[in-house]
C-alpha cells in the first residue's frame, strides 16, 4: 500500500450518524447532525471532495458495511489513498448500538481495514468505543515529532470514551463533546 501525503492523494470519507437507541437506552439528539457537521468539516478544510465524503443517517449494521464497500471502491481509484471513517451514535464494549440493529466492532475493524488505504483515521464517539483501542501488550516508545506536510500512511484510531466510560452530547452545544 502506497503512502498518503497532506498535499495529494484521494481522500475519501464515511460519516455515519445513528439516533436510534435500542431498548433500555435513551435517543440521542446530535449524532445525525455531528456526523452531518463532520462531513461538512472534511469538505470544507480537509480537502476532501463532496463526492468522496459519504453521510449515512439511522443505517443498519448491514448498511454500514455496505457503505465502507462503496467507500473502498472509490479509494482502490488511487494507490495510498486517506479514509476517514467517523461514527456517532451508541454503543458498547462490543458492538454500534443502531436502534434494533447492531454492528459488531471486531466487523467493523475487519472491513475498515479491508479498504487497504494507505492512511486510515477512524473517529468513534460513542460510549465505551475505547474498546477498538485497548492495549493488547504493546508499550509506549519514544515521543513522536509530527509534520504535517510529510509522508504518512497506517491507521489512527481516535474514540471520545475509554472501554468502561460514557460519552456525553449537550443540548447547549447542539452536539456531542467530542
Known amino acids: 500500500v502506497g503512502a498518503w501525503t497532506a498535499d495529494g492523494g484521494t481522500r475519501v470519507g464515511l460519516f455515519v450518524g445513528s439516533n436510534g437507541a435500542p431498548p433500555g437506552r435513551e435517543a440521542l439528539r446530535h ?3 455531528d456526523a452531518a457537521r463532520l462531513r461538512q468539516v472534511f ?3 480537509g480537502q476532501m471532495k463532496a463526492g468522496d465524503a ?4 439511522e443505517p443498519s449494521g448491514a448498511q454500514i458495511l ?6 473502498a471502491a472509490r479509494a482502490s481509484r488511487t494507490p495510498g489513498a486517506m479514509l476517514v471513517f467517523y461514527y456517532s451514535g451508541h454503543a458498547d464494549d462490543r458492538a454500534l448500538l443502531l436502534g434494533s440493529s447492531e454492528l459488531a466492532l471486531s ?3 475487519r472491513r475498515l481495514e479491508a479498504v487497504g488505504a494507505g492512511l486510515s483515521l477512524h473517529l468513534i464517539d460513542a460510549c465505551r468505543s475505547g474498546a477498538l483501542t485497548r492495549p493488547k501488550g504493546a508499550s509506549l516508545g519514544a515521543p513522536l515529532s509530527v509534520d504535517a506536510a510529510a509522508v504518512g500512511e ?3 484510531v481516535i474514540t471520545s470514551s475509554a472501554e468502561w466510560e460514557d460519552s456525553q452530547e449537550s443540548d447547549r452545544v447542539g452536539g456531542s463533546f467530542f
Open 31 to 33: 449524532a445525525v447532525t
Open 43 to 45: 469538505i470544507h478544510l
Open 54 to 57: 459519504v453521510l449515512r443517517e
Open 66 to 71: 455496505d457503505a465502507i464497500d462503496a467507500v
Open 107 to 109: 466487523d467493523l475493524e
Open 154 to 156: 497506517g491507521r489512527v
